[in-house]
């Protein structure tokens, strides 16, 4: 006994100085971004979970596509269409070429389905973003194929082992236009706090949903889309994982909306490879902020139907001036005490919501954890070091995964968010990027036990290797 104890602490010992050396070596290059980033490319970055699918996808690819099945494009905004929209601005691909355009067309087209070459003075960050989806969104429907490929062999060159990545909004609701009228009276009796009335309007929908065949959609999704698309790419094997999470539109109307999250929870509830079902779009929009707490009510409704299932949620994505002061007050606490998400994705808004310190007491209390995004912060909403609220989720102890959130449209991939972090905030260590690392797959919803066992010993063996090859660099550069 004395000599497993003997050995199992020569271990811990050995451990815990190659992690001491790695540490030290990455203290001695922290001022220098060119050493930062090869360190951090070689570093295991466990998942990726706050990950937008359409804008993690590079738009080179995808010009490609549109070349090769001869598109329409728009020579004034650059959007593309699959058919003819019938004026003059649209031209297809093949005459832009007869014509010697197309490496001029090119660099507009990634220009304005991308932040390459962005001109602050040119046009809004926020509106560039937001609006380059409806430029190449024609070309989405076929692209899942090589659009997963892209992402997977992406990842597997940057040392990522796994994504959740927010997939697609359900694409086979049934119709509830005979139900738009209840639109008016959802919404009255989510502002005059009517929750009985609220619930027994919910519980109506809910079941007529189902009598529209919700649960054979749900099904019928998961087999023939998701899982079809996942067995058929392989896109699993050892030592890299993908999951997905269904996505529902923030600017739908409430009917609408609910039919959407009906169909996506009962999907998550009954299919491993479903990690989860988000919310997306403009936090500001117009019905986003009308509804914002009807929403919130609604995931409290699907929560209780669906236990099971996971969550996380764009909450807080704010900053003063975007909206009024007001309104930066309560959309973290309303998505994490309302909703009960499990994970928040940004938070910018946390230093305006009401009583923040013990907002943050509550998130670490409850496991609820912050998916934060450097580079999307400081180009969407001009966030950065001196107002972003990564400080105050750290210092309280709140869960934080490092997330690329667009990478595809932002020009950038995951190992850079970790690079600016790392630039930004002297205070934290190798062991707290490792610790985020970690927290990246501790607090994924992967479903199945024994894949998240699976990628966590498989990230723990990475590890490893890489701090032995940071011990012998070490070595090395002292000879």
């Known amino acids: ?13 050995i451990k815990g100085h190659t992690q001491q050396n790695t540490n030290d070596f990455f203290q001695s290059i922290r001022k220098q971004e060119i050493k930062l980033i090869a360190f951090f490319n070689q570093m295991p970055k466990g998942g990726d979970l706050h990950h937008h699918f359409a804008g993690s996808t590079y738009a080179e690819p995808m010009i490609e596509k549109a070349i090769r099945e001869d598109f329409y494009l728009n020579k004034e905004t650059f959007a593309v269409s699959k058919s003819n929209p019938g004026s003059a601005e649209w031209v297809r691909f093949s005459e832009i070429i007869n014509n010697g355009q197309l490496d001029a067309m090119k660099i507009k087209i990634l220009q ?14 926020d509106k560039l973003f937001f609006e380059s989806f409806l430029k190449f969104w024609p070309l989405m429907d076929n692209y899942f194929v090589p659009g997963l490929l892209e992402l997977k062999n992406r990842a597997l060159k940057e040392n990522l082992s796994y994504i959740e990545t927010q997939l697609t909004t359900p694409i086979n609701a049934p119709d509830v236009s005979e139900w738009y009228k209840w639109d008016d009276e959802i919404r009255a009796a989510s502002s005059k706090q009517e929750e009985e009335k609220l619930n027994d309007l919910f519980s109506q929908l809910y079941e007529s949903i189902l009598k529209k065949g919700a649960v054979e959609r749900a099904d019928s999704f998961n087999l023939f889309f998701v899982k079809k698309l996942h067995d058929s790419l392989r896109i699993d094997e050892p030592g890299f994982k993908m999951r997905y999470q269904n996505y529902v539109l923030r600017f739908m109307n409430p009917v609408d909306l609910f039919n959407h999250l009906t169909i996506a929870f009962l999907s998550a509830d009954r299919s491993d490879l479903i990690a989860g ?9 117009d019905v986003s902020m009308k509804d914002y707490e009807l929403h919130m ?6 929560h209780r139907k669906f236990p099971n299932v996971k969550y996380s949620m764009h909450a807080g994505e704010l900053t003063l001036g975007l909206v009024m002061p007001e309104e930066l007050t309560w959309h973290i606490n309303a998505a994490v005490r309302i909703a009960g998400a499990k994970r928040i994705g940004h938070g910018i808004d946390l230093a305006h919501e009401k009583n923040p310190f013990e907002l943050l007491r509550y998130m670490k209390k409850n496991d609820v954890a912050v998916e934060i995004n450097p580079e999307s912060n400081s180009f969407i909403l001009k966030i950065d070091e001196k107002n972003h609220p990564f400080p105050l989720y750290f210092n309280y102890g709140v869960p934080i995964v490092i997330g690329s959130d667009d990478a595809g449209i932002l020009r950038t991939n995951l190992t850079n968010q970790f690079v600016i972090l790392a630039k930004r905030y002297p205070f934290l260590t190798y062991n707290d990027f490792k610790k985020f690392v970690f927290n990246s797959i501790d607090y994924s919803f992967i479903r199945n036990p024994a894949v998240k066992k699976e990628v966590r010993t498989d990230l723990e063996n990475r590890f490893k290797t890489f701090e032995e090859n940071i011990k012998k660099e070490s070595a090395l550069l002292r000879n």
């Open 1 to 13: 006994m004395r000599k497993l104890l003997s050995a199992v602490m020569i271990l811990l010992c």
């Open 112 to 125: 304005t389905w991308s932040v390459k070459d962005y001109d602050p003075s040119r046009y809004p960050s």
């Open 277 to 285: 079902v988000n919310i997306v779009s403009p936090e500001d929009g």
């Open 297 to 302: 009510k609604m995931y409290r409704f699907f």
